[in-house]
């Protein structure tokens, strides 16, 4: 089977290197010269909304999929009438908007921290004295990795955080005091079997993942896979998915979704019977789904800027090297090690050593 990819970032260069030995081949769109999923697919070098480009990908492939969500609905529309798309464009409807997000959460029973639609300085200033403070203002789209965020401590904060996020439509959402943050990466295939891997632990350094720890048998689980259900089960969802959230007390609270193969899920490279990768060609490709149990204390720490050299990564031991084949640059994911220990004790020994290769501390 041929699998189209909308982008040919890292994401799509690991969902190819999971589906190749499934006898699936991949081609990508992406614009960029260095696209590193290259490596791995043939690459259609083109805009995300030129025609000439999408029909050509519809043209050698069986199926389409995607590695972000803010890829243009309009493509994934004019895609899918002439070969399927995974998961459907719909799903892009609500994530790429963080009020049709939220407003998604709450018709669902899904809990979500406060929040309401700003749209000018004199509604942030309403939403502030309805929510309190402090709060988060967010834009509504185009928004990751803690850009277009602002955080508002007083009321003397509001006109430097509107002019801050560039005076877009946005969220003000209330500021949680939670004890973790954590998500749930689950896949859904074409007949409706869901799989959940078991609950990540994550921990973020200037709004980037930092470090993700598997957490079999989690206190939280069943409740972020009812939530995560509800979703999957609302799109008739197909593909992986992910769900983040804040756990205050023994509540779990949305922050967001994400639908496709996420960071915080890539300790599956190695800790997991099958890899979110691999479960992703899986369901969009109609093949039975793998199993998603943890094999081992796993664990997966992010690589941001600088790159330390294979040599020392593999030094470390249960450590496992995954470079994107990008260049160093501060605050870019460059690559990430994945880490399969035999014990907890082994594993933060291996998370440590890892962290110290990327000048990075907790």
Not at 137 to 155: E, F, H, M, P
Not at 216 to 243: C, R, W
């Amino acid at each position: 089977m041929k699998i189209g990819v909308l982008g040919g970032g890292q994401l799509a260069r690991m969902i190819a290197l999971a589906g190749i030995p499934l006898d699936c081949s991949f081609v990508v769109l992406d614009p960029s010269d260095t696209a590193c999923a290259a490596a791995a697919a043939t690459q259609i070098k083109g805009d995300y909304d030129d025609p000439q480009a999408l029909a050509e990908l519809a043209r050698q492939v069986d199926v389409v999929t995607y590695e972000f969500e803010n890829v243009p609905q309009a493509s994934a529309r004019l895609l899918a009438q002439s070969v399927p798309v995974y998961p459907a464009a719909d799903v892009l409807h609500v994530a790429q908007d963080r009020l049709n997000e939220k407003n998604l959460f709450t018709q669902l029973g899904i809990e979500t921290p406060p929040y309401a639609p700003v749209n000018s300085l004199s509604e942030l200033e309403r939403a502030a004295a309805t929510i309190g403070l402090p709060a988060v203002l967010k834009t509504r789209t185009q928004g990751y990795d803690g850009k277009g965020q602002a955080v508002i401590r007083s009321q003397d904060q509001l006109a430097q955080a509107w002019t801050a996020i560039g005076e877009v439509p946005a969220i003000l959402e209330g500021f949680i005091r939670f004890e973790r943050e954590v998500s749930m990466v689950a896949v859904r295939n074409l007949a409706g079997e869901i799989r959940y891997y078991p609950l990540s632990e994550n921990h973020h350094d200037a709004g980037i993942l930092r470090i993700a720890r598997a957490q079999p048998g989690d206190a939280m689980t069943e409740q972020a896979q009812s939530y995560t259900e509800k979703l999957l089960s609302h799109f008739n969802y197909v593909g992986v998915i992910a769900v983040e959230f804040f756990q205050r007390g023994d509540q779990l609270l949305a922050n967001e979704f994400a639908p496709r193969v996420h960071n915080s899920g890539h300790w599956t490279m190695e800790g997991a019977e099958c890899s979110q990768f691999e479960n992703h060609v899986r369901a969009v490709a109609d093949l039975p789904l793998g199993s998603t149990e943890a094999l081992s204390c796993a664990a997966m720490v992010n690589i941001i800027g600088d790159l330390p050299s294979a040599a020392d990564v593999l030094a470390v031991e249960h450590a496992h090297a995954h470079f994107y084949g990008k260049s160093a640059r501060p605050g870019r994911k460059v690559a990430h090690v994945g880490i399969r220990a035999p014990s907890v004790a082994a594993r933060e020994a291996a998370i440590e050593q890892t962290l110290t290769l990327a000048g990075a501390h907790f």
